[in-house]
């Protein structure tokens, strides 16, 4: 039988398990000793952490004994307070009421410690005091642990070398640990608990489902698998037991196929050509007699082709609008304009650009506004009268005063 780790299911169990134990232990009397407690369960390991547990709430009870006013360093305090300890440790005496929640709290480390190590080891790293691993730490916890005793050994090692290592960096080399090593096997500790409690299957990884998984491919899925056999079974009850086969010999027949004619589907588009072209509408002449043998395709070949003659005779649509007029320069400027005007006439000045065009929209007519541009910005930007950029600057202009 193999287990697994679930903390929900591993914490409700020791919680059963705890009362059942308290409740046969506390029967005759009312308080467990330090001895009563280290045989409270047939587990040493549950038993170890119970009194580990005990003396770390022990320790923090005493630590709250220390006051602003007095010095609980001093050697002779220091000391007295160890031989207070001392001497009530040998008088324990813990009742079922509080006993049953540590009890509880010591089983589930034990399952944790055993079925996820790193967990617990990470958690009790985290716990070290000011967050930093020592030798003395080490040698006082290390009694306490049976299952994955190991552990302090390595813990041991990592102390001697690195005085004071802190928390997250004996986790790291833990988890590395453990990466390469098994944990040890607690199959006799679950055996031992289910005899009081039996084991809860949350906690369980039966064979049954191993071998489910085994009968299942990978690439399917449960309910892919159900159908399947049931469609499987209820082939084989509709299938006869001997079929019969029946050699068929046939001549192949000869079947005569009549081509259908496809007509082609002629689409009026005179009305869409006439939004197109705005001087001359467009007029498809068509033979009579070729009609049935050219094709749709040809057709709007050959219109296409008329249309593209149509477009390079006379003034184009790019004409008609580049010689229209416009209300305000910049609507005449296309963006390729802007770059080209910006960088050759205005010297890459955007704000330069900008006002000029405004300065030159407030002139009243072509003649004052070319007057303007030669006795100001020619001047001032020293521009290149023969080049095509003045050239097309003028022609916005002539398009603006129109």
């Not at 046969?24 to 047939?42: A, K, M, R, Y």
């Not at 410690?113 to 617990?120: A, I, K, V, W």
């Not at 006439?274 to 002449?285: A, H, I, K, L, S």
């Not at 072509?366 to 950029?389: C, G, L, M, Q």
Request: net charge negative; aromatic share 10%; hydrophobic share 35%.
């Amino acid at each position: 039988m193999t287990y697994k780790w679930d903390a929900q299911v591993a914490e409700n169990y020791a919680k059963e398990l705890a009362a059942k134990i308290c409740e046969e232990n506390f029967v005759d009397t009312d308080s467990l000793d330090g001895e009563q407690i280290l045989s409270v369960t047939p587990v040493k390991q549950v038993n170890l952490l119970a009194i580990r547990l005990l003396y770390t709430r022990w320790q923090d009870e005493t630590r709250r004994l220390e006051s602003p006013y007095f010095d609980f360093g001093h050697p002779e305090v220091q000391y007295a307070l160890a031989e207070f300890m001392n001497i009530l440790s040998e008088f324990i005496a813990v009742r079922q009421r509080e006993f049953e929640p540590l009890l509880a709290e010591a089983i589930t480390n034990t399952l944790q410690l055993g079925l996820n190590p790193t967990e617990y080891f990470t958690q009790l790293m985290r716990d070290l005091p000011n967050f930093r691993l020592s030798t003395q730490w080490v040698k006082k916890n290390r009694n306490y642990f049976q299952v994955n005793k190991w552990v302090f050994d390595e813990l041991e090692k990592i102390a001697g070398l690195h005085a004071a290592m802190y928390a997250n960096e004996v986790i790291e080399l833990i988890n590395s640990e453990f990466s390469q090593r098994t944990s040890d096997d607690i199959t006799d500790v679950m055996t031992e608990l289910s005899e009081i409690v039996p084991v809860p299957v949350g906690l369980k990884i039966t064979e049954q489902k191993e071998e489910i998984k085994e009968e299942r491919s990978s690439g399917k899925s449960f309910f892919d698998s159900i159908v399947e056999d049931k469609l499987t079974d209820r082939i084989r009850q509709n299938a006869p037991s001997k079929p019969e086969y029946q050699e068929i010999i046939s001549t192949p027949k000869q079947v005569e196929v009549t081509p259908e004619i496809v007509k082609p589907v002629v689409v009026d588009i005179t009305q869409k050509v006439e939004e197109v072209v705005v001087q001359q509408p467009v007029t498809v002449v068509r033979s009579e007699e070729k009609s049935e043998m050219r094709s749709l395709n040809e057709q709007l070949i050959n219109m296409t082709q008329s249309l593209n003659d149509k477009a390079t005779k006379g003034d184009s649509m790019t004409d008609y609008h580049r010689l229209s007029r416009v209300d305000s320069i910049r609507k005449s400027i296309s963006l390729n304009q802007r770059f080209s005007f910006t960088k050759y006439l205005f010297n890459n000045d955007s704000d330069a650009y900008n006002t000029s065009l405004d300065e030159i929209d407030k002139q009243l007519n072509y003649s004052e506004a070319r007057s303007f541009v030669v006795h100001t910005y020619i001047p001032r930007f020293n521009w290149d009268v023969k080049s095509a950029e003045v050239d097309e600057f003028f022609e916005v202009l002539k398009r603006r005063f129109s």
